[in-house]
T-cell receptor, first 112, second 115 residues
Framework: SQKIEQNSEALNIQEGKTATLTCNYTNYSPAYLQWYRQDPGRGPVFLLLIRENEKEKRKERLKVTFDTTLKQSLFHITASQPADSATYLCALDPGGASKIIFGSGTRLSIRP | ETGVTQTPRHLVMGMTNKKSLKCEQH?????MYWYKQSAKKPLELMFVYNFKEQTENNSVPSRFSPECPNSSHLFLHLHTLQPEDSALYLC??????????????FGPGTRLTVL
């Protein structure tokens, strides 16, 4: 069956370090992979989309990689700040009008 | 207002009550979605509407009944719910064009508690 896993339920790192979150999937061939941020009591907010033929995508302090051979995406936040503390969701997008499948998220905490 | 709005933000109801959740998007999108989010579980897609037509019903129990009167409004009618239906219900919208949907924009959600 199709499965999407985010490496850990929670991740705690020191301010200023790079946070790396992992998204693995099986039995799936997404055309796109999306990352969202969700704060407590709020809906997810879209951050980045990466296509299957792209290796890497950057936006300010964010970087996403997509390895279709390993079936894995890495999400990096460089120079992390306490304001980056949130839950981060990856989502597989098969393309077309098919539904997007979300992972259960990784709760990231950045300590000062 | 901008973006996607949802009302009410919090709802407590008994198992015999009937209530409705409302979602409105001000983004001009042509697709709208209902998701259920339970603690420590992935977002579960419930319903999808494209151009006001329901295109997905993800095996949702009939005690949940969606309604999409136009491309900007989406309702979720609730009746005879169970305590396990307590969750955060999220509405989202996106633009579908050329057979491809863009990223989704979510509302703040309705925190539902069924007693």
């Amino acid at each position: 069956s199709q499965k999407i896993e985010q490496n850990s339920e929670a991740l705690n790192i020191q301010e200023g370090k790079t946070a790396t979150l992992t998204c693995n999937y099986t039995n799936y061939s997404p055309a796109y992979l999306q990352w969202y941020r969700q704060d407590p009591g709020r809906g997810p907010v879209f951050l980045l989309l990466i296509r299957e033929n792209e290796k890497e995508k950057r936006k300010e302090r964010l970087k996403v990689t997509f390895d279709t051979t390993l079936k894995q995406s890495l999400f990096h936040i460089t120079a992390s700040q306490p304001a980056d503390s949130a839950t981060y969701l990856c989502a597989l997008d098969p393309g077309g009008a098919s539904k997007i499948i979300f992972g259960s998220g990784t709760r990231l905490s950045i300590r000062p | 207002e901008t973006g996607v709005t949802q009302t009410p933000r919090h709802l407590v109801m008994g198992m015999t009550n009937k209530k409705s959740l409302k979602c409105e998007q001000h983004l001009g999108h042509n697709a709208m979605y209902w998701y259920k989010q339970s603690a420590k579980k992935p977002l579960e897609l419930m319903f999808v509407y494209n151009f006001k037509e329901q295109t997905e019903n993800n095996s949702v129990p009939s005690r949940f009944s969606p309604e999409c009167p136009n491309s900007s409004h989406l309702f979720l009618h609730l009746h005879t719910l169970q305590p396990e239906d307590s969750a955060l219900y999220l509405c989202a919208s996106s633009q579908v064009s050329g057979g491809r949907q863009d990223e989704q924009f979510f509302g703040p959600g309705t925190r539902l508690t069924v007693l």
